[in-house]
C-alpha cells in the first residue's frame, strides 16, 4: 500500500461524499482510506459504511468523541501505507495529489513531503505545517512512537506534530503542483478558535511544555534554536497573537509567555545571522522590553 489517508469524521454530513469522492478519483490507486468516525452525532457513519460496501480499500472505525488529535493517532495506528496523509473531512484534494505526492518521495528519498505552493516560502527547513500540508514515511514515524497528535488541543495540534517530526530529518522535499481544496463555511474549526481566545491562551503554555520534553530527550536546544524561533514566529506569534481577536489583558499574557519561553530556551543559543532570518516584525517583538512599547511599534504597520 503507498498511502494512507487518514481522515477523522464528526459532524460533516453535508461534505463527507465530496471528500471520500476526491480520494476516488485519484490517479493513483494503490492507497487506503482511513475513516475515523469520532463520536459524530449525524449521518455519518451511515456514509461511512456506503463507500465501505463499494470499495475494499475504505476502512471504517468508530470510537467515542475524543477530539480530532485521538482520531488521528487511531488512524495512525491502523495505517499500513508506505506514506500517510492526513486529510479534513470537509475538503477535497485533485485527482493528481497522491501521484505527485508519492512520486516526489520516491524520487527524493523523502521521509516528509511538503505540498502546494502556499508553502513554498517556508522551504527548505519548514518549521511546522497543518496536517494537509504533508505527507509523512510510516517507517520513519514509526521510529518515534512518542510524537503524536496532542490529545485536548487544538488549535497548533498539527504545527506540534509536523514541528517535531520536521526537527528529526533532513528528508525533505516539496511539491508544489498538487492542489488541496479548504473548504469554507461558519462551522470550520478555525473560525471556532478565534471564539475561543481563553481557551485558546490557556493552552499555549501547554504547547511549550510539549516542545521542552522534545527539545530536552533529542538535545536540540542549541542546533535548532532557528527551528524553535520560527515556530515561535508561526504559531503562537502570527497565528495567536496577530491573528486571533484578543483584548488587551490577553495581548498582555501571551506577550509574556513567548518572551519568558525565548529567553529562557532559545536567545542563548540563537546566532547573530539566524536572527536575521525571522521576520523584522517577529524580531521587533523578541526586542522589545514590554507590551507597551511594542503596541507603539505595532501603529506603524
Not at 52 to 81: C, E, H, M, P, T
Not at 146 to 155: A, H, K, N, T, V
Request: glycine letters at 4%; a positive charge; one cysteine or more.
Amino acid at each position: 500500500m503507498k498511502i494512507s489517508i487518514i481522515v477523522p469524521v464528526y459532524n460533516v454530513e453535508k461534505y463527507l461524499a465530496e471528500c471520500i469522492d476526491s480520494i476516488l478519483s485519484q490517479t493513483l490507486t494503490d492507497w487506503e482510506l482511513i475513516l475515523v468516525n469520532d463520536g459524530s452525532p449525524d449521518n455519518c457513519e451511515k456514509i461511512c459504511l456506503d463507500y465501505v460496501k463499494r470499495d475494499s480499500r475504505i476502512k471504517y472505525v468508530y470510537q467515542n468523541n475524543g477530539g480530532v488529535s485521538s482520531a488521528r493517532n487511531k488512524g495512525i495506528s491502523l495505517a499500513s501505507g508506505e506514506f500517510l496523509f492526513f486529510m479534513d473531512s470537509d475538503d477535497t484534494v485533485c485527482p493528481t495529489f497522491l501521484e505527485r505526492a508519492y512520486l516526489t518521495a520516491i524520487k527524493g528519498n523523502s521521509d516528509i513531503v511538503v505540498l502546494g505552493k502556499s508553502f513554498k516560502n517556508r522551504m527548505p527547513l519548514p518549521a511546522a505545517l497543518p496536517c494537509m500540508g504533508f505527507i509523512v514515511r510510516n517507517k520513519f514515524l514509526k521510529r518515534f512512537p512518542e510524537i503524536i497528535f496532542p490529545i485536548g488541543l487544538q488549535p497548533c495540534e498539527d504545527g506540534l506534530f509536523s514541528h517535531q517530526l520536521l526537527a528529526l530529518t533532513k528528508k525533505i522535499s516539496f511539491e508544489p503542483n498538487v492542489k488541496y481544496n479548504y473548504r469554507k463555511h461558519d462551522a470550520q474549526n478555525h473560525l471556532q478558535i478565534k471564539k475561543s481566545c481563553d481557551k485558546t491562551l490557556s493552552q499555549i503554555p501547554q504547547w511549550f511544555n510539549i516542545l521542552t520534553s522534545f527539545y530536552n530527550k533529542y538535545n536540540l536546544w542549541e542546533s535548532h534554536s532557528l527551528h524553535l524561533a520560527k515556530f515561535l514566529e508561526h504559531e503562537p506569534f502570527e497565528l495567536r497573537y496577530l491573528d486571533m481577536p484578543f483584548n488587551r489583558i490577553q495581548h498582555k499574557q501571551l506577550f509574556k509567555i513567548i518572551h519568558n519561553f525565548y529567553k529562557k530556551n532559545i536567545r542563548k543559543n540563537l546566532k547573530k545571522q539566524d536572527r536575521k532570518k525571522l521576520t523584522k516584525r517577529f524580531r521587533v517583538f523578541l526586542f522589545c522590553p514590554n507590551y507597551t512599547i511594542f503596541n507603539i511599534y505595532m501603529c506603524l504597520f
